[in-house]
């Protein structure tokens, strides 16, 4: 269905740099597409960031506007006033995220503003975060549509809502359990759990939190994933049968042309460099932008990658117990003369900060992925047809990383959780399995290949064939417009 004059979305992410920036590809997609304007609210800081994310094109620049909504950190306690979970260390991510319930109140004034000043053009519908389920009812409120956006995979979502809600593991003494609600997830060990499901004991804080949020997701209209049906079918159908809601798998929703990004290597450098290489032949290793490893075990991985002998790109950042952000020390966290080493035999390239994920993964001579799985990680790997080693560190990663593994056949777990500790022959023995020619590694990749075909089918529209996510938006639209429709009648009616 066609925009007819101008007509709004509200988006409201959690902030978080990976909750952020798919938020802003939906966004972009939404406007180039379907010709709606976009109004971003988020807190000062972050909203100076997705700004900077927005590439200005002329064409876009007056289509995104910014709504800043106040927070104070340190009102619930943290020591320094922060805005996202980039700068936080992983038991404080949780900390933070019940914190922004706060952000309830004056998302309401904002929103009634908002519909105020164009009360026979009300927004047709907001888009918020897994953790901002409770906007759906401030959008019924003033009769407008509302859909949670999630940025993370049906089936992880669904372990982590699930595992949340139910606490398995406190009703067991066993190490393994399964689901109540979810027994096609399987068995699930007590290490997948991410520290903030550990923490929960169904009444503490942490507990109540989840209760109010969670359950909420009952209210909205819609769940939109950053998914595609044909390869995360399980959770979907998990989440249409708990919510008894529209769930809709409408990814992949991929960054593409990232503005204003601090890059620690040009993206022309980094394809010029794969370009030398053989098909097939360069591993590609990057946590993601919230973790890092410990000291012992960036160690084990450079002596990994050494042994190995393969070509890599490596993302690094500074190993745990260090500020993440500041410089990275090649010569105390890595062997000594690794990096000049490397450097000679033109073997590797040691990245600070941030590479071009999307054109590596792109590049023929990517073999392997060695990823945190999250999710958009997962997406961009497998939208590429790369297998996965995973290692999984935080929050529904663990359940990513066994779906990727179990049911889709597309990766092997090489660690778990941030505190383990290896040796580097276990960690050669993965890279090997993946990279040299092994049945579960020629496997892994026929599997991946197949599911690069799905994940790109989903979005395509072509005659005579619609794929299933492009199906899915036109639904979500459908559904939003005719909600506006209604409101408008029962409005005249009064
Ligand atoms: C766990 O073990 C304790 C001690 O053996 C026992 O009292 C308790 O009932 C067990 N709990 C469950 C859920 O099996
Ligand atoms: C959960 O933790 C809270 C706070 O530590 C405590 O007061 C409460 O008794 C605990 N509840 C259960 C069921 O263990
Ligand atoms: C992808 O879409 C094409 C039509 O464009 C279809 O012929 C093909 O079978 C689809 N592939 C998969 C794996 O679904």
């Given at each position: 269905?066609a925009?007819?004059?101008?007509?709004?979305?509200?988006?409201?992410?959690?902030?978080?740099?990976?909750?952020?920036i798919?938020?802003?590809?939906?966004?972009?997609?939404?406007q180039?597409?379907?010709?709606?304007?976009?109004?971003?609210?988020?807190?000062?800081?972050n909203?100076?960031?997705i700004?900077?994310?927005?590439?200005?094109t002329q064409?876009?620049?007056?289509?995104?506007?910014?709504l800043?909504?106040?927070?104070s950190?340190?009102?619930?306690?943290?020591?320094?006033?922060?805005?996202?979970?980039?700068?936080?260390?992983?038991?404080?991510?949780?900390?933070?995220?019940?914190?922004?319930?706060?952000?309830?109140d004056?998302?309401?004034?904002?929103?009634?503003?908002?519909?105020?000043?164009?009360?026979?053009?009300?927004?047709?519908?907001?888009?918020s975060?897994?953790f901002?389920?409770?906007?759906?009812?401030?959008?019924?409120?003033?009769?407008?549509?509302?859909?949670?956006?999630?940025v993370?995979?049906?089936?992880?979502?669904?372990?982590?809502?699930?595992?949340?809600?139910?606490?398995?593991?406190?009703?067991?003494?066993?190490?393994?359990f399964?689901?109540?609600?979810?027994?096609?997830?399987?068995r699930?060990?007590?290490?997948?759990?991410?520290?903030?499901?550990h923490?929960?004991?169904?009444?503490?804080?942490?507990?109540?939190?989840?209760?109010?949020?969670?359950?909420?997701?009952?209210?909205?209209?819609?769940?939109?994933?950053?998914?595609?049906?044909e390869?995360d079918?399980?959770?979907?159908?998990?989440?249409?049968?708990?919510?008894?809601?529209?769930v809709?798998?409408?990814?992949?929703?991929?960054?593409?042309?990232?503005?204003g990004?601090?890059?620690?290597?040009?993206?022309e450098?980094?394809m010029?460099?794969?370009?030398?290489?053989?098909t097939?032949?360069?591993?590609?290793?990057?946590?993601?932008?919230?973790?890092?490893?410990l000291?012992?075990?960036?160690?084990?991985?450079?002596?990994?990658?050494?042994k190995?002998?393969?070509?890599f790109?490596?993302?690094?950042r500074p190993?745990?117990?260090?500020?993440?952000?500041?410089?990275?020390?090649?010569?105390?966290?890595?062997?000594?003369?690794?990096e000049s080493?490397?450097?000679?035999?033109?073997?590797?390239?040691?990245?600070?900060?941030?590479?071009?994920?999307l054109?590596?993964?792109s590049?023929?001579?990517t073999?392997?992925?060695?990823t945190?799985?999250?999710?958009?990680?997962?997406?961009?790997?497998?939208?590429?047809?790369?297998p996965?080693?995973g290692?999984?560190m935080?929050?529904?990663?663990?359940f990513?990383?066994?779906?990727?593994?179990?049911?889709?056949?597309v990766?092997?777990?090489?660690?778990?959780?941030?505190?383990?500790?290896?040796?580097?022959?276990?960690?050669?023995?993965?890279i090997?399995?993946?990279?040299?020619?092994?049945?579960?590694?020629?496997?892994?990749?026929?599997?991946?290949c197949?599911?690069?075909?799905?994940i790109?089918?989903?979005?395509?529209?072509?005659?005579?064939?619609?794929?299933?996510s492009?199906?899915?938006?036109g639904?979500f639209?459908?559904?939003?417009l005719?909600?506006?429709?209604?409101?408008?009648?029962?409005?005249?009616k009064?």
């Open positions: 269905m925009n007819t004059g101008e007509s709004n979305i509200v988006m409201f992410p959690f902030m978080a740099k990976g909750h952020i798919p938020f802003i590809a939906l966004a972009l997609e939404i180039q597409k379907r010709g709606y304007t976009i109004t971003f609210v988020n807190t000062p800081q909203i100076i960031y700004k900077s994310s927005i590439p200005q064409n876009s620049s007056s289509s995104f506007r910014f800043e909504i106040p927070f950190s340190s009102y619930h306690a943290f020591a320094l006033e922060i805005e996202n979970t980039d700068v936080l260390p992983f038991n404080l991510i949780f900390p933070f995220v019940q914190a922004s319930y706060s952000l309830k004056s998302f309401r004034s904002l929103f009634c503003g908002l519909v105020k000043k164009q009360p026979d053009n009300p927004p047709l519908c907001i888009i975060d897994i901002f389920g409770w906007c759906a009812e401030i959008a019924h409120e003033f009769g407008v549509f509302h859909a949670i956006f999630s993370i995979g049906a089936f992880g979502m669904g372990v982590y809502y699930s595992s949340f809600l139910n606490l398995p593991h406190k009703k067991t003494n066993s190490s393994e399964t689901l109540p609600d979810f027994p096609e997830a399987s699930i060990h007590i290490s997948q759990l991410p520290y903030s499901i923490e929960a004991n169904g009444s503490n804080s942490i507990s109540e939190y989840v209760q109010k949020v969670l359950p909420a997701w009952k209210d909205s209209d819609a769940i939109l994933f950053n998914t595609v049906e390869i079918q399980i959770g979907l159908l998990y989440f249409r049968r708990k919510l008894g809601r529209p809709w798998g409408i990814g992949p929703i991929l960054l593409t042309d990232r503005a990004k601090q890059t620690g290597i040009t993206k450098f980094c010029k460099w794969l370009k030398t290489k053989p097939k032949s360069v591993l590609y290793i990057s946590f993601g932008s919230q973790n890092t490893l000291p012992s075990n960036m160690m084990q991985l450079a002596v990994a990658l050494d190995s002998g393969k070509n790109i490596w993302v690094v190993p745990i117990g260090h500020n993440i952000d500041s410089e990275f020390e090649a010569d105390k966290w890595l062997p000594e003369g690794f080493r490397i450097n000679e035999e033109n073997r590797g390239l040691i990245v600070r900060k941030w590479a071009p994920q054109e590596i993964l590049s023929k001579a073999a392997a992925f060695v945190q799985c999250g999710w958009n990680s997962a997406l961009e790997s497998l939208g590429n047809g790369v996965l080693i290692w999984p935080a929050a529904e990663q663990c990513t990383c066994k779906y990727l593994e179990e049911e889709l056949g990766c092997v777990e090489v660690a778990r959780g941030l505190a383990c500790e290896f040796g580097n022959e276990h960690i050669l023995e993965k090997k399995m993946v990279m040299s020619g092994s049945d579960k590694g020629n496997d892994m990749r026929r599997k991946a197949e599911a690069k075909q799905l790109q089918n989903a979005t395509k529209v072509e005659d005579g064939f619609k794929g299933s492009a199906i899915a938006v639904e639209f459908n559904a939003a005719l909600k506006k429709e209604e409101a408008k009648l029962k409005s005249l009064i």
